[in-house]
């Protein structure tokens, strides 16, 4: 549905360099919805889940469970509309799946909070009565997966 409309340009997704744009990310039962934003975006968007979405798949969208950010302040008042249709209003950045979400790429102190992450997590451990083998199997497995994790998506500062 919304590669349909991004091939119609109807709608506008987020440019990503030659690769082309993207304009929904899905996780579970979790829709991301990336657009440039303005008011017929929101138009099309919602068309797309009233119309197609519902009709098709026989999910109903909660519009009270659904927000949309901008990364600007200049563009609040474009974003009044979502009232009408029940959403809230935010401003990025935003915490989504753990992970520090903006209009921009993440500087230096974005990744403060992945450090105090792995800081506390390191710390408890050394507190709790583990073997050397089981801190090991510990560090190994989840204290490596959360920076894979991170890495995966962003590309690290120099």
């Known amino acids: 549905m919304f590669d349909n409309a991004l091939k119609s340009k109807i709608l506008v997704g987020v440019p990503l360099g030659e690769q082309g744009c993207v304009c929904n990310l899905h996780y579970a039962d979790d829709l991301l919805v990336l657009t440039v934003g ?8 919602k068309l797309i889940f009233v119309g197609s979405f519902e009709g ?3 999910l109903k969208l909660t519009f009270s469970k659904t927000c949309l950010y901008t990364t600007n302040l200049h563009q609040l008042p474009h974003m009044c509309e979502a009232k009408t249709v029940n959403c809230d ?3 990025l950045p935003v915490t989504y799946l753990g992970l520090p979400v903006s209009g921009r790429r993440p500087r230096k102190q974005d990744w403060e909070g992945l450090i105090a992450k792995v800081r506390g997590r390191l710390s408890s451990w050394k507190s709790s009565y583990i073997s050397i083998g089981g801190r090991l199997t510990l560090v190994n497995s989840v204290l490596s997966a959360v920076p894979t994790y991170w890495m995966s998506l962003y590309k690290l500062p120099k």
Not at 38 to 45: H, T
């Open 38 to 45: 303005g008011a017929e975006d929101l138009r099309v968007i």
């Open 56 to 58: 098709s798949v026989r």
């Open 89 to 91: 209003v935010g401003l």
